[in-house]
């Protein structure tokens, strides 16, 4: 299991101004480091839609020393064109294992995503 951020206080980081995100994201790592040990460098922005973070929201995040950042609109990651502070994640709660595994595989082999 790891321990990832998801900011401090979980506000849509792009209505914030760059100073503040940072601080945002800065801070939470900042808080796990001091009360879990730990160096939590993934990053999973609140929301993740495509106008909840922005370029300056990424540029926080590796300047605040993220690793990768996740979003949460859906999409493919194929291999050598993963954006590395916009990688792809999609809901699988709320469906089959049946469902999941063939949409898995249809995405593996098409390089394309469906709902």
């Not at 506000?11 to 940072?22: G, H, N, R, T």
């Not at 808080?31 to 929201?57: C, K, N, W």
Request: positive net charge; glycine residues 6%; charged residues 15%.
């Amino acid at each position: 299991m790891a321990i990832g951020s998801h900011t401090h206080s979980h506000p849509v980081l792009s209505q914030l101004s760059p100073e503040a995100q940072c601080s945002e994201l800065h801070q939470s790592r900042q808080l796990l480091r001091t009360h879990l040990q730990i160096e939590a460098d993934a990053l999973a922005y609140p929301v993740g839609l495509t106008d909840s973070f922005s370029t300056a929201t990424q540029k926080c995040a590796q300047e605040a020393g993220y690793r990768v950042a996740f979003s949460y609109y859906g999409g493919t990651n194929l291999p050598g064109s993963i954006p590395r502070y916009d990688v792809k994640r999609i809901a699988v709660g709320y469906q089959s294992w049946r469902r999941f595994r063939v949409q898995t595989n249809v995405c593996r082999i098409t390089g394309s995503y469906w709902p």
